[in-house]
């Protein structure tokens, strides 16, 4: 199960499904808020993690096959939310990016969400912000559709959600096996939360990619390919 990030949506793994289609069975939600699902607002991150759980438990038992979840930015906090309060479900997590130590600003950028959607639906803008992502000139017009459908609603349960997030209490004695991935050029708080994530679990590996900012999967897939198979391969 691939989960996407704040802002974008199930395409942004595209290049990821070409790679591992013919090995795996890929399932490609699009959150609440975004891409196919933005009639649905989103509204929580344990909200989302409990009907993805639901999905990957009916998934095991209609097959027993290993379940691995790779989750970017919101994805990534979405799968740790989902890996500690659901031990057993999930085999490997792969974690990217995601921030794990609340930001005392969360509140006030969630507040300026409406501010924002005029801004964030201009092209112009959108082509700062999918520069920021790494994302190339053939998946440009995708998130700007992705962007341009998103409701103020859900940008700012969004951006709420992402700055208050804290590991659950079960992440700590998790029976999954973690890859907790981040650049080496991302903000020092990312930095900081991924240690804190391969810290306190306790069969996680720290992976600090050289030259990678926040937008690894985009930016460089062919190394986050080797990433992956790593994580996947059978302990």
Same mark, same amino acid.
């Given at each position: 199960?691939?989960?996407?990030?704040?802002?974008?949506?199930?395409?942004?793994?595209?290049?990821?499904?070409?790679?591992?289609?013919?090995?795996?069975?890929?399932?490609?939600?699009?959150?609440?808020?975004?891409?196919?699902?933005?009639?649905?607002?989103?509204?929580?991150?344990?909200?989302?993690?409990?009907?993805?759980?639901?999905?990957?438990?009916?998934?095991?038992?209609?097959?027993?096959?290993?379940?691995?979840?790779?989750?970017?930015?919101?994805?990534?906090?979405?799968?740790?939310?989902?890996?500690?309060?659901?031990?057993?479900?999930?085999? #490997? &997590?792969?974690?990217?990016?995601? $921030?794990?130590?609340? !930001?005392?600003?969360? %509140?006030?950028? +969630?507040?300026?969400? *409406? =501010?924002?959607?005029?801004?964030?639906?201009?092209?112009?803008?959108?082509?700062?912000?999918?520069?920021?992502?790494?994302?190339?000139?053939?998946?440009?017009?995708?998130?700007?559709?992705?962007? #341009? &459908?998103?409701?103020?609603?859900? $940008?700012?349960?969004? !951006?709420?959600?992402? %700055?208050?997030? +804290?590991?659950?209490? *079960? =992440?700590?004695?998790?029976?999954?096996?973690?890859?907790?991935?981040?650049?080496?050029?991302?903000?020092?708080?990312?930095?900081?939360?991924?240690?804190?994530?391969?810290?306190?679990?306790?069969?996680?590996?720290?992976?600090?990619?050289?030259?990678?900012?926040?937008?690894?999967?985009?930016?460089?897939?062919?190394?986050?390919?080797a990433i992956l198979e790593r994580a996947t391969a059978a302990a």
């Amino acid at each position: 199960m691939l989960l996407h990030g704040g802002g974008v949506a199930g395409w942004m793994w595209r290049r990821q499904v070409q790679q591992f289609s013919a090995g795996f069975r890929i399932i490609v939600p699009d959150l609440p808020g975004h891409g196919r699902s933005s009639t649905d607002a989103f509204t929580t991150i344990r909200r989302t993690s409990d009907e993805l759980a639901g999905i990957l438990a009916a998934l095991r038992t209609e097959q027993d096959a290993p379940v691995t979840v790779v989750g970017f930015s919101l994805g990534a906090q979405i799968a740790v939310d989902l890996v500690g309060r659901n031990p057993g479900l999930v085999d #490997r &997590a792969v974690i990217v990016s995601a $921030l794990a130590v609340p !930001l005392a600003l969360g %509140a006030a950028a +969630a507040r300026a969400a *409406g =501010w924002l959607m005029p801004l964030a639906r201009a092209r112009w803008f959108a082509r700062l912000q999918a520069r920021a992502l790494c994302l190339g000139d053939e998946l440009f017009e995708d998130y700007l559709r992705t962007t #341009r &459908a998103m409701s103020g609603r859900t $940008l700012q349960a969004v !951006l709420r959600e992402n %700055a208050r997030f +804290a590991p659950p209490e *079960g =992440w700590r004695n998790a029976g999954t096996r973690a890859a907790v991935v981040v650049g080496r050029q991302e903000k020092a708080v990312m930095r900081r939360s991924a240690r804190l994530l391969a810290d306190t679990h306790p069969d996680a590996t720290l992976c600090m990619v050289e030259g990678a900012g926040h937008g690894l999967p985009l930016q460089d897939p062919e190394r986050f390919r080797a990433i992956l198979e790593r994580a996947t391969a059978a302990a």
